[in-house]
Structure formats: C-alpha cells, structure tokens
C-alpha cells in the first residue's frame, strides 16, 4: 500500500500565525534540533521577525554575507507549523559550497510522515516560479534523512565538500 502524501501548505509566514510558528520555535530549542531553514534570533520578538523577512526577500537590510531570500513555513491542514524552507534567491561563495539555494527542516515531532518531501517539492516550484529552475540543496553527510528527501526530489549529488553533501535538481525534470 502506498503512503499517502501528507498536505501541507507552504506560505509566508504573517502575525497571525504567531502562536503556530512560535510553538514550532519553541520545539526546535527544547530538542536541541537544528532550525535548517528557518532563521530566528535569540530574543527576537515575532514582530520583527516577520519584518525582517520581508525585508530580506527585498534585499533591505540583509547582513553581511546574506543574499535575498523568502522565508516560507510549512503548516498541516489544522494550521500547526509543520517546517521552515528558506528560498534563496541567489548563491554568494558560501550558498555554493554550504548551503545551497534551499534549506528546510521538519519540527522534531513530525518527522518521518513525508512532510520533508512534500514540503521541498513546494519549495522547488516555489524556486521555478523565481525563474531558478537549477536548484542546490545540500545536507551534512550524516543526515541520512534529509539525503533520502533530497534524492526522492531528484537530486543528483555533484560532490562532497568538508562534509557537506551538494546536489543538484533540475526542476522541471523533477516534476515529471
């Protein structure tokens, strides 16, 4: 029997999803996990972090060595944030040996149900519709999970650079 392909919708993040995302934040610290994707500063407060992500998809006030970028969270049909994806637009030296066009992950309770796929194939239409139709996504090389979504997306790995795995999916073969 095939697994059935979770829903999810992947959006900008706005004030009114304040107590969804900050619960998924909150998951994310308490477990210890990485928040791949998903850029929050200690302290900051919502408000500003929705600003802040407007801004960056502008290209306004981005930090050095930051590109202009969209942030998107993923949220299940009941509205509970499920993941962060981040879209970069464009790679600067460091995007292009580290950390690629896109990064995601999935809030620690939700893993393993199909959300990663799911929601980076939203992200690789999201990519196209920005006209980057050549899309790197890169893992560590001990993330065998995110290695498993990657390559279940059409991923083709090019190398392996100080333990980061960097592959490449072409993302109208992806789609067919």
């Known amino acids: 029997m095939e697994k059935e392909t979770p829903t999810l919708h992947l959006r900008r993040p706005t004030l009114a999803d304040h107590d969804a995302v900050l619960a998924m934040f909150v998951e994310f610290q308490t477990s210890g996990?990485?928040?791949?994707?998903?850029?929050?500063?200690?302290?900051?407060?919502?408000?500003?972090?929705?600003?802040?992500?407007?801004?960056?998809?502008?290209?306004?006030?981005?930090p050095d060595g930051f590109v202009p970028a969209i942030?998107?969270?993923?949220?299940?049909?009941?509205?509970?944030?499920?993941?962060?994806?981040?879209?970069?637009?464009?790679?600067?030296?460091?995007?292009?040996?580290?950390?690629?066009?896109?990064?995601?992950?999935i809030r620690p309770s939700q893993?393993?149900?199909?959300?990663?796929?799911?929601?980076?194939?939203?992200?690789?239409?999201?990519?196209l519709s920005k006209n980057i139709a050549r899309v790197l996504v890169t893992c560590d090389a001990s993330n065998e999970g995110s290695r498993r979504t990657i390559l279940a997306c059409g991923g083709v790995l090019e190398?392996?650079?100080?333990?980061?795995?960097?592959?490449?999916?072409?993302?109208?073969?992806?789609?067919?």
């Open 33 to 62: 996990s990485a928040m791949d994707g998903g850029y929050y500063e200690e302290g900051q407060d919502f408000v500003s972090w929705v600003e802040q992500n407007r801004d960056y998809e502008l290209g306004l006030n981005l």
């Open 71 to 105: 942030q998107y969270v993923s949220f299940d049909e009941e509205g509970q944030a499920i993941g962060f994806l981040h879209l970069r637009l464009r790679l600067n030296d460091y995007l292009l040996n580290q950390g690629g066009h896109i990064g995601y992950s």
């Open 111 to 127: 893993r393993r149900k199909g959300y990663a796929k799911e929601q980076l194939q939203q992200g690789l239409q999201e990519a």
């Open 159 to 176: 190398d392996r650079r100080e333990g980061v795995e960097r592959y490449w999916i072409e993302v109208e073969d992806a789609q067919s």
